[in-house]
C-alpha cells in the first residue's frame, strides 16, 4: 500500500466495502423511501397548494409560510411548545433525581419499589393517557374524589375543562411517562460511583448535602446531559398524551406544533399548512438531534 | 452517606411510598374500575373498591366488543415489524460494526439523529404515499411504518453488540474457511443472542403501544390494533370507561411482562454513550 497507484477507488470500491453497502441496502431503500421521500414530500407539501386529500395543486411558493407565520396562533404555540419541553424536562430530571436517591438507599423491599416505580415508562402511552383521561374527569373520577375525600382540596377544578388547569394536567401526564427512564438512568450512573469517593468525603467531614453536590452530580454529569437531551426530543415529539387527553384544547391552551400538525392535515385538512409546520417542526428536531450526536460522539472520544 | 441512610431510612420508606402511589395512581384507578359496573362508574362520590366486584366487563370485551380481533391485529402488525426489522437492521449494524468502508462514521450519525425525528413530520406525507399504493387499510402499511422508525435504534443497539465481540473470534472462524455472511449467522449471531432478544423485543412492543400511525392509516374495525380499538370507547359525549380500563388492562399485560425483561439492556444502550468502560 501507499503507493499512489492503489487509488482511492480500490481503497474504498474494494470486496469488503461492497458487502458493507449490500449489507446496508434494504434499511438504506426502506429509510429513503418510507422516511426521506416523505420528508421531500412534505416539503414539497409546503411549497404547494394541496386540495382536502393532500395532492399537490399549484405551485404556491412561500404563500403557506407566509399565511402561517402571520397568525398568532402558530406562534403561540412554538412558544407553548418551548415551555412544555423545558418546564417538563427539568421537573422529570428533579423528581428522576429524587426517585433515583431513594432507590439508592438499602431496605428490604427496594428492588419491588424499583419494579414498581418502572410501570409508567413501561405501559403504553396511549393507553396510559386514556387511563389519566378517566383519572382526572371532574365528576366521577377518582382523583377528585381523593382530593375531596381527604381534605386536600375541596373543591377541586375541572381538570381537563379550563386552559391552565388542562395545561398542567397535560404536562403532568408527559412528565409521569418520563420520570423513570431518568430515575433508571440516574441510579445506574451512581451505582457506578466508587464508595471510596463517599468515603474519603466522610474523612474529610462532608455533610450530605456536599457529597452529592461535589460526589454525585460531577460523578453522572454525563448521564444527566444524555439523558435530558433524550427526554428533550420525546417530550417535544409527545403526540399521544396531548392528542389523546385534551387535543390540544380547550382553545388550544394545550396545543403543541406536533398536534397542530395533525390537526391542521387530518382535521382541518389543510395539508399546506400542516405542512408549514412539519417543516418548522423538522428544522428544529434536526439541531437538537445534531446537538445530541455530537454530545454523544464527543464522549465516545473521550472515553 | 451511609450514616445519612441509616438514620434516615423510615423517612426514605415512607417518601418512597409515597412517591410510588403518585406513580401508580392511575393503575389503581384501572383495576377499581374494571372491576365495576357500568352503573356504578357514574356513582358520586366515586368508589375506591367496588361495592359489587364484578367480572362481566372481561367476558363483555371479549364477546361484545371484539377485542380479539383488536389483539390480533397488534400480534400481526408487532410481530411482523420485529422480523422486517431484524431482516434490514441486523445486516446493516454487521456492516457498521465491523466492515470498514467510505461514509462509516457518517451513517453512525445517521442513525443517531433520525432516531429522533418524529412520525409526525412525515405522517401527512405518507398518507399520501399509502393511498397511492394501496396500503390504508393494510397490516403491511402499519408494518412498513413502524419498522422505518425502529430500523436507526436497533441497528444503533446491533452495532454495539456486535462491536462488543472480540474480533479474534471472527477472524478464527475466517481462518477455518467460514465466510463473511457465515461467520455473521453463525458466529457473530449466536454470540450477540442476548443482544439479539432485546432489540426485537424492543421493537415489539413499539409496534404495540404504537398510536399515531394506526390513527391515520385504519379506518376498518377489523384492521385495528388494540390501541387504537381501545380508543373507540372514548366517545364524543361519553366514554364506557369501565370496558376501557378492561381493555388497558389486558392489553398492557404482555408489554409490561415484555419490558421488565429488557429494561436493563434498554437503559444500558439509551445512556451507552455515558456508561461505556
Redesign the interface.
Known amino acids: 500500500m501507499g503507493a499512489s497507484t492503489v487509488s482511492l477507488r480500490s481503497r ?1 470500491w474494494n470486496k ?2 461492497q ?3 449490500l ?2 441496502l ?3 431503500v ?2 429513503l423511501s ?2 426521506v ?3 421531500a ?2 416539503f414539497m ?1 409546503s411549497l404547494y397548494r394541496t386540495d382536502r ?3 399537490l395543486q399549484e405551485f404556491a411558493g412561500m404563500a403557506a409560510y407566509l399565511e402561517v407565520f402571520s397568525t398568532r396562533v402558530f406562534w403561540e404555540t412554538t412558544v407553548r411548545t418551548a415551555v412544555w419541553t423545558v418546564l417538563a424536562v427539568v421537573v422529570k430530571a428533579v423528581l428522576g433525581m ?2 433515583a436517591l ?2 439508592n ?3 428490604t ?1 427496594r428492588r419491588t ?1 424499583r ?14 393517557a ?6 382526572y ?1 371532574h ?5 377528585n ?2 382530593l ?2 381527604t381534605g386536600i382540596w375541596t373543591n377541586p377544578p375541572v381538570w381537563l375543562g379550563a386552559p391552565t388547569s388542562a395545561f398542567i394536567s397535560t404536562i403532568w401526564v408527559d412528565i ?1 411517562v418520563g ?3 431518568m430515575a ?2 440516574f441510579l ?2 451512581m451505582q ?1 460511583i466508587s464508595r471510596d469517593l ?1 468515603e474519603s ?2 474523612i474529610d467531614g462532608a ?2 448535602t456536599q ?2 453536590v461535589h460526589i454525585t452530580i460531577p460523578g453522572i454529569r ?2 444527566i ?3 435530558t437531551m ?1 427526554s428533550s ?1 420525546w417530550t ?2 409527545d ?2 398524551t396531548v392528542f ?1 387527553l385534551t387535543k390540544g384544547g380547550p382553545g388550544t391552551s394545550t396545543e403543541i406544533l ?1 398536534t397542530a ?2 390537526k391542521h ?2 382535521e382541518w385538512l389543510r ?1 399546506s399548512r ?2 408549514v409546520m ?1 417543516v418548522v ?2 428544522v428544529i ?2 439541531m ?3 446537538i ?2 455530537r ?3 464527543r ?2 472520544r473521550d ?1 | 452517606m451511609s450514616n445519612w441512610r441509616t438514620r434516615n431510612r423510615p423517612l426514605v420508606i415512607l417518601l418512597t411510598l409515597l412517591l410510588l402511589g403518585l406513580m401508580l395512581f392511575p393503575f389503581f384507578v384501572m383495576v377499581s374500575t374494571m372491576l365495576k359496573s357500568s352503573q356504578e362508574i357514574y356513582v358520586v362520590p366515586a368508589t375506591w373498591i367496588p361495592r359489587n366486584l364484578t367480572f362481566a366487563n372481561f367476558t363483555r370485551v371479549w364477546i361484545e366488543y371484539h377485542l380479539l380481533l383488536y389483539f390480533r391485529s397488534s400480534l400481526i402488525v408487532a410481530l411482523g415489524t420485529m422480523a422486517l426489522n431484524i431482516l434490514v437492521s441486523v445486516p446493516a449494524a454487521y456492516a457498521v460494526a465491523r466492515l470498514r468502508f467510505l461514509g462509516r462514521k457518517a451513517v453512525m450519525y445517521l442513525l443517531l439523529a433520525i432516531q429522533m425525528f418524529s412520525p409526525v413530520i412525515v405522517v401527512i406525507s405518507l398518507f399520501r404515499i399509502f393511498a397511492r399504493a394501496q396500503l390504508i387499510d393494510t397490516y403491511t402499511g402499519l408494518i412498513l411504518a413502524n419498522t422505518v422508525f425502529t430500523i436507526s435504534f436497533a441497528t444503533w443497539m446491533m452495532t454495539g453488540y456486535f462491536s462488543a465481540i472480540p474480533s479474534e473470534i471472527e477472524e478464527a472462524a475466517r481462518i477455518d474457511g467460514c465466510s463473511r455472511v457465515g461467520t455473521l449467522l453463525r458466529v457473530m449471531l449466536p454470540i450477540a443472542a442476548p443482544g439479539l432478544v432485546t432489540v426485537m423485543i424492543y421493537n415489539f412492543i413499539t409496534a404495540w403501544n404504537e398510536f399515531l400511525f394506526a390513527l391515520t392509516f385504519i379506518n376498518a374495525r377489523a384492521k385495528m390494533p388494540l390501541t387504537l380499538g381501545i380508543y373507540q370507547f372514548v366517545g364524543r359525549w361519553s366514554t364506557q370507561w369501565e370496558l376501557l380500563t378492561t381493555s388497558a388492562f389486558l392489553a398492557l399485560i404482555p408489554v409490561l411482562v415484555l419490558f421488565y425483561l429488557i429494561e436493563k439492556q434498554l437503559v444500558a444502550g439509551l445512556a451507552s454513550g455515558a456508561v461505556k468502560g
Not at chain 1, 386514556?130 to 383519572?135: F, I, N, S
Open positions: 474504498y469488503e466495502a458487502l458493507a453497502y449489507l446496508m434494504p434499511a438504506v426502506l429509510l418510507l422516511m421521500y416523505p420528508i414530500y412534505v407539501m386529500l393532500g395532492r429524587i426517585i431513594v432507590l438507599v438499602e431496605y423491599g419499589a419494579m414498581l416505580f418502572i410501570i409508567p415508562w413501561a405501559s403504553s402511552v396511549p393507553i396510559s386514556m387511563l389519566w383521561k378517566w383519572v374527569d365528576e366521577f373520577g377518582l382523583l374524589q381523593t375531596r375525600a409521569w420520570v423513570p427512564f433508571l438512568i445506574a450512573g457506578a463517599y468525603g466522610d455533610n450530605a457529597k452529592f454525563h448521564l446531559l444524555i439523558a433524550l426530543l417535544f415529539n403526540f399521544n389523546i406536533i400538525v395533525y392535515g387530518f395539508f400542516a405542512a412539519a417542526t423538522f428536531l434536526t437538537l438531534s445534531l445530541y450526536a454530545m454523544f460522539f464522549q465516545e472515553l
